[in-house]
């Protein structure tokens, strides 16, 4: 009997994928039966839900959260007025000490001086991320004039005053750590989901293991981050979610834009890759940097290590309003992967810390400055002129006018965070004012340019959710290493497919014509047969190759432990070496002390012993001299009584 001419037919191919082979998809048996001649597949699995992802019905539609954060002063200009959602700026006609202009700014809360880092992260980051995989994604930018507090904001200090990053990967990891995933088994390339084969998880782990270790060499084996991911927790009580199903991925990235270039700041100097000019690219609304460095995090220090690495390469420059100032606009992205048995979804949060908005006159820019406020000045003009863009399309009174294209390709940071600028993902601005007289005209700037952002409305888009084809390598890999998997389950589920067979919508028309009913019966009844052999054949071979799937999933689990085993022996040795190379020098150090101050002690004792002896020598001439004084007075006076005698 042939066997093999269907399976030919249906493209089969039972030779093992390699592991160098990435998305190797291992067909299923309803992958195959919906292959077969004729229409043998169940209509769930049309065409087009073979798509790459599914959409959700659309959801309502939201404006952007625009938020003022006043930075403390005593010097606060009179002409601001504060509500809890509202500037009131009043403009006065000195000469004549009328008010001129009232401008009314609103917003979506106006947070006082008042208001710390926790109460800034608990009402604006902290509902989204709680929820991640609600939306898309959100960003957060921080808007101002230099020295507002942009910086502050978005990354601030060490503990109490850490800002929203930090507190963002404390949230993260503390509120799902029973569900982040421990290897990069899937990762986002050019937007799209991509499950990676063994080969680039072992190489991710290793990158981001030798750039922890790194990192730690850099910082003399001291934890690089300021900040302690225990004393945020207790801030905000951040407490871990217990009903939750997926699997949670975790890749960051950080980048600088400065002068319109594109810096990878988690490049490693020390790695073998060379440094490249990264260039933004765009997908249906969604933007990628191919060649950027995304590490997958399992652990919060490693995230925090990571982040303050790439704050120690971003461009600060001293300039007459701030010591300190950021010349450049940095973005920090957290991109989650969540994981189930129907497929992935992904979610990205973009942390922004964009540079001053001010005049280079004011800031004193001369040279580099100048050149760097130029290049500042104009990706903040085309924020501006995108937001416009955006609000104009939107607004009622031009739905009969043309719409306008938005220019979100004109320079690097709008091209960059364009998903939320068009409205795909959330977006989240605090605008900073520092309200001194000093910066009045450019925050006005600011409160205008807030106020056109405030009426955007976002369209809540479908989130994408990628289908996970059944059975795939990495899936099985991460269930084995939780211990959950189930293999009699898959088995089964495997057999239900092969139930939605149904042999009797075959078409044999083809060979009706030529033979009588008896020989069409005996004909169909051998091919039953045969079907059955194979489908027999298909789900032992299928069986098989499950087993030695797992056999091998075993053996590479088993590698990767070991080679994390060693590199923790590696790191322990390290570490040892370097704390017995400083024994060694302390110890020659405190011998070498040891030896001057015994020779000091020497001289000491030989200077004691002169000085002894000086002061012995001295006080016997002194008793001499007083002897040799007492006898010349005695003579005297012997003398004296003789002429006295004489006398008498
Ligand atoms: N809300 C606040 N509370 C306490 N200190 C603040 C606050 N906001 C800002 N500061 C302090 O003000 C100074 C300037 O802030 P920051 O560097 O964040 O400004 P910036 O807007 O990022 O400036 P630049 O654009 O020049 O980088 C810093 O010393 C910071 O600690």
Same mark, same amino acid.
């Given at each position: #009997?042939?066997?093999?001419? %269907?399976?030919? /037919?249906? /493209?089969?191919?039972?030779?093992?994928?390699?592991?160098?082979?990435?998305?190797? %998809? $291992?067909?299923?048996?309803?992958?195959?039966?919906?292959?077969?001649? @004729?229409?043998?597949?169940?209509?769930?699995?049309?065409?087009?839900?073979?798509?790459?992802?599914?959409? &959700?019905?659309? /959801?309502?539609?939201?404006?952007?959260?625009?938020?003022?954060?006043?930075?403390?002063?005593?010097?606060?200009?009179? #002409?601001?007025?504060?509500?809890?959602?509202?500037?009131?700026?009043?403009?006065?006609?000195?000469?004549?000490?009328? &008010?001129?202009?009232?401008?009314?700014?609103?917003?979506?809360?106006?947070?006082?001086?008042?208001?710390?880092?926790?109460?800034?992260y608990d009402q604006i980051v902290r509902p989204t991320l709680s929820n991640p995989f609600a939306s898309t994604g959100a960003t957060f930018a921080s808007y101002g004039v230099s020295s507002s507090g942009k910086t502050f904001t978005i990354l601030g200090g060490s503990d109490f005053t850490a800002g929203l990053v930090p507190r963002a990967i404390t949230q993260i990891f503390t509120e799902f750590q029973n569900f982040i995933a421990e290897f990069p088994c899937v990762k986002v390339t050019r937007d799209e989901i991509r499950e990676l084969c063994d080969d680039d998880v072992e190489s991710e782990m290793k990158t981001v293991d030798d750039f922890i270790f790194e990192c730690a060499k850099l910082n003399k084996g001291k934890q690089l981050s300021n900040w302690s991911s225990k004393s945020i927790q207790e801030n905000h009580n951040f407490s871990p979610k217990e009903e939750f199903e997926d699997r949670i991925y975790i890749w960051v990235s950080f980048v600088e834009i400065y002068n319109e270039k594109i810096t990878d700041l988690l490049y490693n100097a020390s790695s073998k890759s060379t440094f490249k000019t990264l260039k933004i690219y765009s997908n249906k609304g969604n933007s990628y940097i191919p060649g950027l460095t995304w590490f997958f995090v399992s652990k919060i220090d490693d995230a925090l290590n990571i982040l303050k690495y790439g704050l120690s390469k971003v461009s600060y420059a001293s300039t007459k309003i701030n010591d300190h100032s950021s010349r450049s606009h940095t973005i920090f992205t957290i991109n989650l992967i969540a994981e189930n048995k129907s497929g992935f979804q992904y979610s990205s949060f973009k942390f922004c810390d964009l540079a001053g908005a001010e005049k280079s006159k004011k800031? *004193?820019?001369? @040279?580099?400055?100048?050149?760097?406020? @130029? *290049? %500042?000045? &104009?990706?903040?003009?085309?924020?501006?002129?995108?937001?416009?863009? !955006?609000?104009?399309?939107?607004?009622?009174? &031009?739905?009969?006018?043309?719409?306008?294209?938005?220019?979100?390709?004109?320079?690097?940071?709008?091209? $960059?965070?364009?998903?939320?600028? $068009?409205?795909?993902?959330?977006?989240? #601005?605090?605008?900073?004012?520092?309200?001194?007289?000093?910066?009045?005209?450019?925050?006005?700037?600011?409160?205008?340019?807030?106020?056109?952002?405030?009426? %955007? !409305? !976002?369209?809540?888009?479908?989130? /994408?959710?990628?289908?996970?084809?059944?059975?795939?390598?990495?899936?099985? #890999?991460?269930?084995?290493?939780?211990?959950?998997?189930?293999?009699?389950?898959?088995?089964?589920?495997?057999?239900?497919?092969n139930e939605t067979f149904d042999e009797s919508d075959l078409d044999f028309s083809y060979e009706w014509n030529k033979m009588s009913n008896e020989q069409l019966i005996e004909q169909l009844r051998k091919q039953k047969e045969e079907i059955e052999v194979i489908k027999k054949l298909y789900v032992q071979k299928e069986q098989d190759y499950i087993d030695s799937e797992m056999k091998l999933r075993q053996d590479v689990v088993k590698q990767y432990k070991q080679i994390h085993e060693n590199l923790s022996k590696r790191n322990a040795a390290d570490k040892e070496h370097l704390e017995y190379y400083y024994q060694q020098k302390m110890d020659s150090l405190k011998q070498s002390y040891e030896r001057k101050l015994s020779e000091a002690y020497d001289e000491i004792e030989d200077l004691r012993r002169s000085l002894y002896k000086a002061i012995k020598k001295n006080s016997k001439q002194n008793e001499e001299k007083d002897i040799n004084e007492s006898n010349e007075e005695q003579e005297d006076e012997s003398c004296e009584d003789d002429l006295i005698e004489i006398d008498d």
């Open positions: #009997m042939e066997l093999f001419p %269907i399976l030919k /037919k249906a /493209k089969l191919d039972f030779s093992r994928p390699t592991f160098n082979d990435t998305n190797i %998809i $291992l067909p299923t048996a309803r992958d195959t039966i919906a292959s077969l001649p @004729g229409n043998l597949a169940d209509d769930e699995f049309s065409a087009n839900e073979e798509s790459d992802y599914l959409q &959700n019905s659309e /959801k309502e539609t939201e404006n952007i959260n625009v938020y003022l954060r006043i930075r403390p002063t005593n010097n606060v200009c009179n #002409m601001y007025k504060f509500t809890t959602d509202k500037v009131i700026v009043s403009q006065v006609d000195h000469t004549k000490n009328v &008010n001129i202009t009232e401008k009314h700014y609103s917003f979506t809360s106006v947070l006082n001086e008042a208001v710390d880092q926790v109460q800034i800031a *004193g820019n001369v @040279g580099e400055r100048l050149k760097e406020a @130029g *290049g %500042i000045n &104009n990706s903040l003009l085309v924020l501006g002129r995108c937001l416009e863009a !955006v609000h104009h399309n939107q607004s009622k009174n &031009n739905k009969k006018t043309a719409e306008i294209v938005v220019p979100v390709r004109d320079s690097k940071l709008t091209f $960059l965070i364009q998903s939320s600028l $068009l409205g795909y993902e959330k977006f989240f #601005m605090i605008v900073n004012l520092f309200p001194t007289s000093d910066f009045f005209e450019e925050n006005l700037n600011v409160l205008k340019f807030a106020s056109i952002a405030k009426q %955007i !409305v !976002v369209r809540q888009v479908e989130v /994408k959710k990628f289908k996970r084809p059944s059975l795939r390598f990495s899936y099985l #890999m991460q269930s084995q290493l939780n211990n959950s998997i189930d293999i009699n389950r898959t088995c089964n589920r495997i057999n239900e497919e």
